[in-house]
Each structure stands twice: as structure tokens, then as C-alpha cells.
């Protein structure tokens, strides 16, 4: 549920910056370039948003699997603004993503390393369909680095977040129950 929500606060912003930006490019404050991607973009937040307000997610698998896949569609619009849409041939936008997912995400590895995997394995197809040269081996090498840091970053961090996690629940649980009778303190009734 913390996932879900994190990723919801997260959305928002999204939203909001994509609004300004379309707006802006309408405007022709911007170029029209990156229209596409921060179309798309726009259109899987405010899904999102909208979607994690229901009781889709109340089921664990189902929420689970509609979670994953819009970590995976996010992952899609920064694969596509380091390939299609890059001017310098840097894929920052995937990499910096790619790297913070153990940040914002507590889950155990065994769910994210497969989305790492995956997300990096199309980052590289797709690199390779849009670059070629140095660029095309730079993206490849930095990808392949940034995925490796974000496994790393998965196995030590994860662990950690999980660990304070349950001792913040432990401690809670203490301060609302009484050890011996299991009955709620008078604070919490």
C-alpha cells in the first residue's frame, strides 16, 4: 500500500508538470519535439492517479500486477526520451529512473529486479534501433551500469527500508496495545 501511494503522490506532480509543459509547448514556449512522449506521459498519470483511488488495488496480485505494469509504462516513457527523443544521445531520463526505483519503492528484490532486468534489456533493444556508433555503445555501457547500481541499490537498500519499516510497525503496534491483554491503550481508544 506504501508503494501505491508513494507512486500516487508521485503521479500527481507528473500531472501537473505535464499540464504546464503541453501548455507551454501550445504556447510555443517549447519546441514541439517532446509533444509525443509527454503526451503519453500525461495520459498513464492521470490514469494512474485516477485508478489507484479504486479498489483495484485492495487486491494483492491484481494490484500488484496493474502496479508493475505502470512502473513499466513510466520506464517506457524514459526509454523513449533516451532513444527517440534525445538530442545529445545521453539517456539521463532512463538511467535516473532506473536509479531511483529502490528509492521510492519498498518491495523485495524478487519483485524488482525483474522489472530492472526487463526495463534495461528494452532501453538496450530499443537503443539500438535509434542510435548508432559511440552513442549506441555509451547508452548500452551506461545502462547496463545504471541497471547494475539499481540492482545493488535494491539488495542493500530494500533490506534496510524493510527492516525500519517493521520496526516502525513494531513500535506503533506497542503504543496502541497493550503487551499483556492485547486490548487498545487509552490513548488509541
Not at 500527481?12 to 507551454?24: R, T
Not at 541497471?147 to 524493510?162: D, E, H, P, Q, R
Request: glycine share 4%.
Amino acid at each position: 500500500q506504501r508503494n501505491i501511494k508513494n507512486l500516487r503522490d508521485i503521479t500527481f506532480f507528473l500531472m501537473i508538470y505535464d499540464i504546464l509543459y503541453l501548455l507551454c509547448v501550445l504556447s510555443g514556449l517549447f519546441s514541439k519535439h517532446f509533444i509525443v512522449p509527454y503526451s503519453y506521459l500525461a495520459v498513464i498519470s492521470i490514469a494512474y492517479f485516477l485508478l489507484s483511488e479504486t479498489s483495484v488495488f485492495c487486491h494483492e496480485k491484481l494490484g500488484r500486477i496493474i502496479y508493475n505494469c505502470f512502473i513499466c509504462l513510466f520506464f517506457l516513457f524514459s526509454t523513449l526520451m533516451g532513444t527517440k527523443y534525445s538530442y545529445s544521445g545521453l539517456a539521463v531520463t532512463f538511467n535516473v529512473i532506473l536509479v531511483l526505483l529502490p528509492f521510492l519503492f519498498i518491495d523485495p528484490p524478487r519483485y524488482n529486479i525483474p522489472l530492472v532486468i526487463s526495463n534495461v534489456v528494452i532501453f538496450i533493444i530499443f537503443t539500438s534501433l535509434y542510435k548508432s556508433g559511440k552513442i549506441l555503445f555509451d547508452d548500452i555501457f551506461d545502462a547496463t551500469i545504471f541497471g547494475l547500481l539499481a540492482i545493488y541499490c535494491n539488495f542493500v537498500l530494500t533490506s534496510k527500508l524493510i527492516r525500519q519499516f517493521a520496526y516502525e510497525m513494531t513500535i506503533e503496534n506497542e503504543n496502541n496495545f497493550d503487551g499483556l491483554t492485547k486490548v487498545y491503550t487509552k490513548e488509541l481508544s
